[in-house]
């Protein structure tokens, strides 16, 4: 196991996980949770979306939002964009990558982007020159370990969208997990060949915990050679257009359990944990996260006084 390789994690809770959340979380708290986690460490955040405010009215206030937030030297501040205006929004709100979101199912790229994959390959293409390099470009694969509405999704299909999206520069792919459908020999696979291919791009591994998959592919992942992730704190998150879709992976137990395995991350677990005991007042309801519920493994709980008496009648 090679635990000396530096591990990159993206936070995504504030795009991912609020963009399904039932009520609005005011903009302030937004803000002041961005800039809590902006001093755990992540290497990248990922602030919000700039996508229709009728599509996804949870974060209409994406400008407000990338306009008032703390920007920490080192942390880079990404935004989901799908589309020509989107990316205006992002580029005058100084978004340091722009996250162009796609799906590799015909099906679900139908129902969260309404038109067919081709078309919003023509519509991104249209982006990324009009960027014309000035700004880092993400590609955002959704679906690509499985579709809810259409099962498997070929390895090669989503080959051949990465293949054309490489074609036109981007700098880095993410691989989503969008409805946690994929499990850990499927991940190695895929994060090996993907890295063959494309030695000289980033690659991010982005996974739900739909199906309690989420850990063991964090796993395969890293140990496939994998460096960058997404999380989300909590594990909030979810896609409004994929049935059954449920929480990201949590960012935190995915950290706490790397870290454990000597992993470098860059994170200050303990500031992370603080901030994920916040959550759930914030969003108002419990989260899946379960490392802020128990405590790191190095948290240790006193004995009963019982077993000091046991201990001494012995001594
Ligand atoms: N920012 C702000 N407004 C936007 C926008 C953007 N990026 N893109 C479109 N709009 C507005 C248009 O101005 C139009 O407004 P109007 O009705 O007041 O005239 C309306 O949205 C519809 O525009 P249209 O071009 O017809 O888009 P659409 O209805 O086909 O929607 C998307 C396409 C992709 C913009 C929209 O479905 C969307 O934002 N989806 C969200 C996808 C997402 O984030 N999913 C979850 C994450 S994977
Ligand atoms: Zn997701």
């Known amino acids: 196991m090679n635990t000396s390789q530096r591990i990159f994690f993206n936070e995504v809770a504030t795009r991912d996980g ?7 979380i005011p903009t302030d ?14 290497a990248k955040i990922e602030v919000t979306s700039f996508t229709s405010p009728k599509a996804i009215p949870m974060l209409r206030d994406a400008e407000e939002v990338m306009g008032r937030i703390r920007r920490v030297p080192g942390v880079e501040y990404t935004v989901l964009v799908p589309n020509l205006r989107g990316a205006e929004r992002a580029l005058e709100s100084r978004a340091d990558e722009l996250n162009l979101v796609m799906s590799v199912s015909e099906t679900h790229n139908l129902a969260n982007l309404r ?16 960027v014309d390099g000035g700004t880092p470009i993400n590609v955002s694969l959704s679906c690509s370990f499985g579709c809810p509405m259409e099962g498997d999704v070929p390895f090669t299909e989503v080959l051949r969208w990465a293949e054309r999206f490489a074609g036109l520069g981007v700098r880095g792919l993410t691989l989503c997990d969008t409805t946690g459908m994929a499990h850990p020999a499927q991940v190695s696979r895929m994060a090996e060949a993907l890295q063959q291919r494309f030695s000289d791009l980033q690659l991010t591994m982005h996974f739900h915990n739909t199906r309690g998959m989420g850990l063991a592919n964090v ?14 704190l909590g594990g909030l998150g979810g896609c409004p257009y994929a049935p059954g879709a449920s929480g990201n992976v949590s960012s ?34 419990d989260v899946p996260g379960q490392v802020a ?21 012995q001594a």
């Open 293 to 313: 519920r128990a405590g790191r493994i190095s948290e240790l709980h006193a004995p009963p006084a019982f077993v000091q008496a046991l201990r001494a009648a």
């Open 219 to 232: 796993l395969a992942a890293v140990q496939s050679g994998i460096t960058r992730l997404d999380g989300s």
């Open 115 to 130: 038109m067919p994959r081709e078309k919003s390959f023509a519509a991104l293409s249209d982006v990324i020159r009009h």
């Open 29 to 42: 708290d937004k803000i002041a949770l961005v800039d809590a986690l902006s001093d755990c460490g992540y």
């Open 252 to 285: 935190e137990d995915a950290i706490h359990m790397l870290d454990a395995m000597g992993y470098d991350i860059g994170i200050d677990l303990t500031k992370l944990l603080a901030v994920a005991r916040q959550l759930p007042a914030l969003v108002g309801h």
């Open 18 to 24: 609020f963009q399904i959340e039932p009520g609005f």
